[in-house]
């Protein structure tokens, strides 16, 4: 069963909770998937049910049509949050991490055509793939945070958080607007542009900036 750790494997003593995820985050992003760029953050939910280990190998729903990647940097809480500002929001962050939200892209643009909610498309089983995290205090934010995704020793997408129309400590003051926020909840901040297929067999590797490496494959 999927846990919270360090970078280094070692255990975080926070338990299981659910994942807040950003949809159009990064305008390049919206635009190749032909959606308007957002004026407030969409948001939406995943269970805990949907995390899992991004270094393990992934099993991919079958028989549901195409599963797209989205990479993305996420941020672990560990204070509960509610109606916050943005240094409340930065104070509660203990960790920084890499997640793959996993999306059933055939099966969303169906429900959207349809108006009908997304979670078949985006809460199944698996559908947030987790790293290890970095502690926050060691991860600067006065510079701009990058993040990549090669698959198959093919860039796929890359992007920082000067891009984000959303930065992440306004972000999860929002958030925690609508949603109160606990200790070992995750926030999912965002895909760049660049989101596309995996398939049986494919090889991944992610990078958050200067910080960690994950490579992992598609089972």
């Given at each position: ?203 991944f590797s992610a990078r958050l900036g200067n910080f960690m490496v994950v490579n992992g494959q598609v089972q």
């Amino acid at each position: 069963m999927y846990q919270h750790h360090w970078m280094d494997g070692t255990p975080i003593d926070l338990p299981l909770g659910k994942a807040v995820c950003v949809g159009r985050n990064y305008a390049e992003h919206a635009r190749e998937l032909g959606n308007e760029v957002p004026e407030q953050p969409l948001l939406f939910m995943k269970p805990s049910t949907a995390l899992c280990d991004l270094a393990a190998p992934l099993v991919l729903p079958k028989d549901q049509g195409e599963v797209h990647h989205e990479v993305e940097i996420v941020v672990l809480i560990g204070e509960t949050l509610r109606n916050a500002n943005a240094e409340q929001a930065h104070a509660a962050i203990v960790g920084y991490g890499i997640g793959l939200d996993l999306t059933l892209r055939d099966v969303q643009s169906e429900l959207k055509a349809k108006g009908q909610p997304w979670e078949k498309a985006k809460a199944f089983d698996g559908s947030a793939a987790l790293s290890g995290f970095v502690y926050a205090p060691g991860v600067s934010t006065r510079q701009n945070l990058s993040l990549f995704l090669e698959v198959n020793d093919s860039l796929r997408q890359q992007g920082h958080t000067g891009q984000m129309l959303f930065p992440i400590f306004p972000l999860v003051a929002e958030i925690s607007r609508h949603f109160t926020l606990l200790p070992g909840d995750v926030v999912f901040t965002g895909t760049p542009a660049g989101v596309g297929p995996l398939v049986a067999g494919d090889r991944f590797s992610a990078r958050l900036g200067n910080f960690m490496v994950v490579n992992g494959q598609v089972q």
